[in-house]
């Protein structure tokens, strides 16, 4: 995991399957960081989640970062479910893509909750 410090923030995050009740495992995590609004985004590497959900050795974003992007690769994982929407489509959120603002100094840890047909995040601790 990243640690922050006086000029850099840090992020983690954890993904939970909240239809089978367990971490979801073996999920690609992408992060990207950007210094300012109009700024561009800079890819900075990535980790996949283990037995625990967890990505634990994610980048530390550099120095100046203001924004940071979550892209969590979640088609794969969702393709395992056996339950399929009306139209036969079995994944309908392939990725998602949580972008949030940090601040030097602080810890941002970022929670994915997942199900075949929904999501939800927020900032945890």
């Not at 367990?22 to 300012?36: E, I, N, S």
């Not at 989640?49 to 120095?63: I, K, Q, S, Y």
């Not at 959120?93 to 840890?109: D, I, K, L, N, S």
């Amino acid at each position: 995991m990243s640690t922050s410090t006086s000029t850099t923030a840090s992020v983690s995050t954890h993904i939970l399957d909240t239809s089978a009740g367990r971490p979801a495992a073996g999920v690609a995590v992408h992060l990207a960081a950007r210094a300012g609004r109009d700024a561009r985004w800079q890819a900075l590497g990535g980790s996949v989640t283990d037995a625990d959900g967890r990505c634990r050795d994610l980048p530390a974003p550099p120095e100046g970062t203001s924004h940071v992007r979550l892209d969590f690769a979640v088609e794969p994982y969702l393709e395992s479910y056996p339950e399929k929407s009306d139209d036969g489509q079995a994944v309908f959120f392939p990725e998602v893509v949580v972008t949030f603002a940090v601040r030097p100094g602080e810890h941002y840890h970022v929670p994915l909750l997942l199900n075949p047909f929904g999501y939800s995040v927020y900032r945890g601790s």
